[in-house]
């Protein structure tokens, strides 16, 4: 912009470095170590049970559901019925569902399945486009898969690409998360340090735009601390853990 | 409202203390929130966490300018625009700037305690932009036209029949006391909003240096809602509100999550690092983000660094006992009350004597210093600011004469003598209570006697006791 920001930059770090060299150490009483190496972790350490337990059990108790689907084929079909539980189907108009592209989900024959109760997926693929925004705010399930999700505290972590919207997330009342097995992992932590060991934390996080970690359905406590869930986001979550190793 | 913060601190005090909602509300409010917080730290080793967070918050001041250099190279190659602002006229204007650029009408928010600071929807609101706040707390009290009166709960002060009435009145709900109802006619009134908007505007928990991340913790959506819905996005942090590397983002939003509500974490942590990526389906196509000082290296500067450290939480006004009998508006003109509030407010203020009863407003019992995630000594920095405001000549003058004058008479051992028998002497013709201490001074010290007994003096005194000693064998151990 004009020139006047630009000073004020050099002012701002120039003021911070003359007065960093004359006070230090700037603080009262400085803890002396260095900065920890992670993991760091908060957590106390998880019971004996497996990882789609212990995230099952996370998310229940934060308003959330779960279930563990054994068999791969019989993905689709839970989701259809999970689906009709929650909104209307056979009528006659065709039910449509706000989704990520279904190639991101890595679910087979979900559309085939979901046409079989005349349900379709609604894939945005801009949301700048009045017509499909409006349409897009407009229905009441989404669906969307996981980068990954975390089992001690019910988490999910969500990266946008092209086929995944942010909205299937975040607009409707009723969000379906789709969990692979193999993309469980017990911690934030455990999650982070492996992409750092590889190299590939800093050029996900960059390249992404935004993730988002999502851990229940939306809520608030601003009324006298009363719970009250979907403030703006969904009221319902249900993840669908599947084998698929 | 009752508590009028443009009012003088003791109106502010007498205001809030004599408005029994507003104390039932701050009392249901703050016992649950430090209940929460309590089950929340005893399930962690919370030392271990403490003790990490706090060198991650000190590495980081420490090393402000590399790491804000480092942050501004990221940001700036993710695609986004940087914008470095001196004092809070200057952000205000680039934001203004911004949105007349895009010919913005409408603005979302989420809640940002650094937009209240440099009083931004003021601002846009002069330029013609309507700014809806977003978070459920805050949009209840734009709609009452208040400031919000807690860091991250700034509704805590009103009841939930305040709440409907309000409700009632503005939004045409029907009448129901019921949160449940009260929360689905907000989110019918904003959605709408954060649809509409062609602006989003949010500040940023941490600012990640080594990826040029912004991080919003929300439990509502309303973070992601505006960073993502919006087609320009805009962030405001204070300077101070940097980190070096993902996991210690990671790891202080846990220790927010637990400190400032007893959760493990918030429902929501978005962490926006540029505009919407080629191809993708939504998310803002412009993103700017502003780097705001207006005080925060005067703060360093006045030497109270530790002050930066802070990650507002707001456990250390949950756990205050004046807090929580006085709420955040009777702490003034400003977006940060509490025990932290009673710190950064003078710290910030071009003259920190236009705020100088604020650090008193402590009984520094330390409980503050106790549930702080990253350890600030806050009754040390409460203290040392009543020093620094003394030297500054912003007490009263009567206080400095009475002062100046008890300091001359304890150098002179006759005359404090003396004195302090003419004192005793006068305290016995003064009203006591059944123990004897003094229950009514005359003016001006009745000022002291006003909301506390001024004790009784000691029998026998200090100089009997020590001639009753000097008649012992002075040797025979000092006791």
Redesign the interface.
């Known amino acids: 912009m004009s020139a006047r920001p630009a000073m004020a930059r050099d002012r701002i770090l120039e003021r911070l470095r003359s007065l960093l060299r004359e006070k230090r150490p700037p603080f009262r009483d400085p803890i002396a170590h260095d900065l920890p190496a992670p993991p760091m972790t908060v957590y106390p350490p998880s019971g004996r049970r497996s990882l789609v337990e212990t995230f099952g059990a996370k998310l229940t108790e934060l308003s959330g559901s779960c279930e563990l689907v054994r068999s791969e084929t019989d993905v689709a079909e839970r989701i259809a019925q999970k689906i009709c539980e929650w909104v209307p189907t056979g009528g006659p108009e065709r039910t449509e569902v706000l989704s990520w592209a279904p190639g991101e989900l890595h679910v087979a024959r979900l559309e085939q399945t979901l046409a079989e109760l005349d349900v379709s997926l609604f894939v945005p693929d801009d949301m700048n486009d009045q017509r499909v925004r409006d349409h897009a705010a407009s229905l009441a399930v989404g669906i969307t898969g996981v980068e990954a999700a975390f089992a001690n505290t019910g988490s999910i972590a969500l990266l946008p690409a092209p086929g995944r919207s942010r909205a299937a997330s975040l607009l409707p009342l009723h969000h379906l998360v789709l969990i692979p097995l193999s993309r469980l992992y017990p911690t934030f932590e455990d999650w982070l340090l492996k992409l750092r060991k590889r190299g590939r934390l800093e050029a996900m996080v960059r390249r992404s735009g935004q993730i988002a970690f999502i851990t229940g359905p939306s809520k608030s406590a601003d009324i006298e601390l009363n719970l009250t869930l979907g403030v703006h986001g969904p009221k319902v979550v249900h993840a669908v853990v599947f084998d698929d190793e | 409202m009752t508590v009028d913060p443009s009012a003088n601190f003791r109106t502010r005090v007498e205001q809030a203390l004599g408005d029994d909602n507003l104390r039932t ?1 701050l009392d ?2 703050t016992s ?2 430090r209940g929460k917080r309590t089950t929340a730290v005893a ?3 919370l030392e ?2 403490r ?2 967070a ?3 918050r ?2 980081s ?2 090393r ?2 590399e790491m ?2 480092q942050l ?1 190279r ?1 940001l700036i ?2 695609g986004c625009q940087v ?4 004092t809070g006229t ?1 952000a205000t204007d ?1 934001i203004n ?1 911004i949105a007349r650029q895009h010919g913005v009408r409408r603005a979302v928010k989420s809640k940002s305690m650094t937009t209240e600071e440099i009083r931004l929807n003021e601002a846009l609101g002069q330029e013609g932009v309507a700014v809806v706040e ?4 805050e949009y ?1 009290i734009q709609l009452a036209d208040e400031p919000p009166s807690h860091i991250t ?3 805590l002060h ?3 029949e305040d ?1 409907a009435e309000l409700f009632q009145r503005e939004l045409g709900m029907h009448p129901t006391t019921d ?2 109802e ?3 006619a ?2 019918r009134q ?2 709408g909003e ?2 509409a908007a062609e602006l989003g505007i949010s500040g940023c928990n941490f600012a ?1 240096a ?4 912004i991080c919003i913790v929300t ?4 973070g ?2 505006v ?3 919006a ?1 320009v996005y805009v962030a405001l942090l204070g ?1 101070e509100k940097i980190v ?5 983002a ?2 202080l939003w ?2 927010v999550a ?1 400190s400032a ?1 007893g959760q ?20 803002p ?1 412009e993103m700017h983000v502003v ?1 705001l ?1 207006n005080g925060r ?1 005067r703060i ?2 006045r ?1 109270y ?2 002050a930066l ?1 802070c990650v507002r939480c707001g456990a250390c006004l949950n756990s205050c006992p004046i807090y929580r009998e006085i709420g955040g508006h009777a702490y003034g003109e400003t977006a940060y009350s509490g025990p932290i509030g009673a710190v950064v407010t003078p710290l910030l203020a071009d003259n920190p004597a236009t705020f100088r009863e604020l650090p008193y407003a402590s009984s520094l019992c330390g409980v503050c210093r106790e549930v702080c995630p990253v ?1 600030i ?1 806050l009754p ?2 409460l203290l040392d600011l009543r020093h620094n405001l003394t030297q500054l000549k912003a007490s009263p003058r009567y206080e400095r004469t009475a002062v100046r004058a008890f300091a001359r008479a304890a150098e002179r051992p006759r005359t404090y003598q003396r004195l302090s028998r003419i004192v005793r002497w006068f305290m016995r013709l003064l009203p006591q209570n059944q123990d004897g201490d003094v229950s009514k001074l005359p003016p001006p010290l009745s000022a002291w006697t006003r909301s506390r007994v001024f004790p009784k003096p000691a029998t026998p005194g200090f100089r009997e006791l020590w001639r009753a000693r000097g008649t012992q064998d002075t040797t025979s151990g000092d006791g």
């Open positions: 509300a249901r409010a649950r929130l399930a962690i080793d271990r966490l003790d990490e706090r060198a991650i000190e590495h001041i420490r402000l300018p804000l250099e501004e990221n190659a993710n914008h470095w602002a001196e200057e680039i700037a977003t978070d459920l707390g209840i709960a700034p509704v009103k009841r939930a709440i949160p449940t009260i929360c689905a907000a989110r904003l959605r954060f649809l990640i080594e990826t040029g991340t439990n509502e959506g309303n992601r809602m960073t993502s819905m087609p300077i070096p590397r993902v996991e210690d990671i790891l846990q220790a637990r509500t493990e974490t918030t429902v929501y942590f978005s962490m926006s690092s540029g505009p919407r990526g080629p191809g993708q389906v939504d998310g196509r780097l000082d290296t360093l500067e030497g660094a530790d450290l350890k000594d040390r920095l």
